[in-house]
């Protein structure tokens, strides 16, 4: 088979990798990709979301199955043009993924179809909005209704932050139309999972649960980011745990879309807070997480592209199987990361083996120097290095070694990722 990613970042470069592995594919492409993919994918110098043009690529060049990464080509509507050509692709049509690209239809989602969640009401009055603040008081969770790059969430700690997030948003335009209506929720108190799914005609495979980290600097300190680094398996895939939120939170969502006249095809991802009270969701999300992409990807045994192209068409599927290992994943980020990143500078190439260590590119391109190419800082999240051990403190260990290595001036990345999980084991 022939397979097309969509994308360019951390998480379609895993998508690449994993795909090339299975024993049914022969050739991946990723569209458009970046520089840092080209050992494990040729690259195709089309717009993530050209709809037509990536339909007309795929068409021409006989590709088999198309796998959509980021929420934006989803938004544009790329798996409906695919889908009106009959070509296999993998990611949900720009109606069902409106369970990530409006926060407000998600919650709405949420509370009809009976998914736990965090109490919120939605606004586009900015003094009504402060009114309801003053009222409720604090904590609470201000959110961007529309796609902000993983930016679109803010937690004030005092009452003047939180009416200032409010004015930014609603009149200072700070997300565009994506902040033209905002959430305001309470504050769930618990700790924050990742659970992503298989999902197409009504059936949902689980995979490990992941735990991410979206604060830039350790101690989950500073502004939210797309995410600074993540760890799995917090639950295994045939854990309780996992099969209570796939039927409390993940199977009700998923057979609310169809009823809604909106079938969900694609990864479905679910971020979960456990509480007191059991699992609640946050949001979900109509693509694999990134980072979390890069760190499930290398624990998957099964074939990758049997799933997919499986579950698309209808063929039997295997067992979905999993390693029983520990996967740690840290981003190198550029200096100013996430307001104002540095970019341009070169880095360091890892030197790895492949087999337990990997390096997913983000933000990153080439430029020559002499008689090769050396890789620019070019985005906010440069990297993911990822180690893979059969113990987690071993698989920490690793992972950092490796990240002093490459680190370079004008970078930063967490010393802390999976912090949470020493203190689950101790």
């Not at 902000?148 to 009452?159: Q, R």
């Not at 509480?275 to 099964?302: H, S, W």
Request: proline share 4%.
């Amino acid at each position: 088979m022939k397979v097309l990613i969509v994308g360019k970042g951390g998480r379609e470069h895993a998508l690449a990798w994993k795909s090339a592995q299975s024993s049914l594919v022969s050739e991946v492409f990723v569209a458009p990709g970046n520089a840092g993919m080209v050992q494990d994918a040729t690259l195709v110098d089309i717009a993530e979301t050209d709809a037509v043009a990536l339909a007309n690529w795929a068409e021409a060049n006989d590709i088999d199955v198309t796998i959509i990464g980021p929420e934006a080509s989803l938004v544009a509507g790329v798996a409906d043009e695919f889908n009106r050509r009959n070509l296999l692709v993998w990611g949900p049509s720009a109606k069902a993924a409106q369970i990530e690209s409006s926060k407000d239809f998600s919650k709405q989602m949420m509370v009809k179809y009976g998914a736990p969640t965090a109490h919120s009401q939605s606004f586009t009055d900015s003094q009504m909005a402060k009114a309801y603040v003053g009222e409720i008081g604090l904590p609470i969770v201000i959110k961007a209704d529309g796609l902000a790059a993983g930016k679109g969430v803010v937690i004030p700690e005092t009452l003047e932050e939180a009416f200032a997030t409010i004015e930014d948003m609603l009149e200072g335009n700070r997300f565009g139309d994506a902040g033209a209506c905002i959430l305001i929720e309470e504050m769930l108190v618990g700790e924050e999972f990742s659970l992503m799914c298989f999902v197409h005609n009504g059936q949902v495979i689980p995979m490990v649960m992941a735990q991410d980290h979206k604060r830039a600097y350790d101690n989950d300190e500073g502004p939210n980011t797309g995410g600074m680094g993540a760890y799995a398996p917090t639950f295994k895939a045939d854990s309780d745990e996992v099969a209570t939120a796939v039927k409390t939170i993940m199977q009700p969502i998923v057979d609310g879309l169809a009823k809604e006249g909106t079938p969900y095809t694609g990864f479905l991802y679910g971020g979960l807070f456990l509480t007191a009270e059991g699992f609640k969701v946050i949001e979900f999300n109509a693509r694999f997480g990134d980072p979390e992409a890069q760190i499930i990807l290398p624990l998957l045994k099964t074939d990758f592209i049997e799933i997919i192209h499986g579950l698309l068409t209808g063929k039997a599927l295997p067992a979905v199987e999993w390693h029983d290992q520990y996967a740690i994943g840290v981003v190198l980020a550029a200096e100013g990361y996430p307001d104002a990143p540095q970019l341009g500078y070169p880095l360091n190439k890892p030197v790895i083996n492949g087999i337990d260590e990997l390096v997913f590119y983000a933000g990153v391109k080439a430029e020559k120097s002499g008689d090769s190419e050396v890789l620019l800082s070019n985005g906010g999240r440069i990297l993911l290095n990822v180690a893979i051990a059969d113990d987690f403190k071993s698989a920490y260990d690793k992972v950092y070694q490796t990240m002093e290595a490459l680190k370079v001036p004008h970078t930063f990345y967490r010393s802390d990722i999976g912090h949470k999980q020493f203190k689950r084991q101790s």
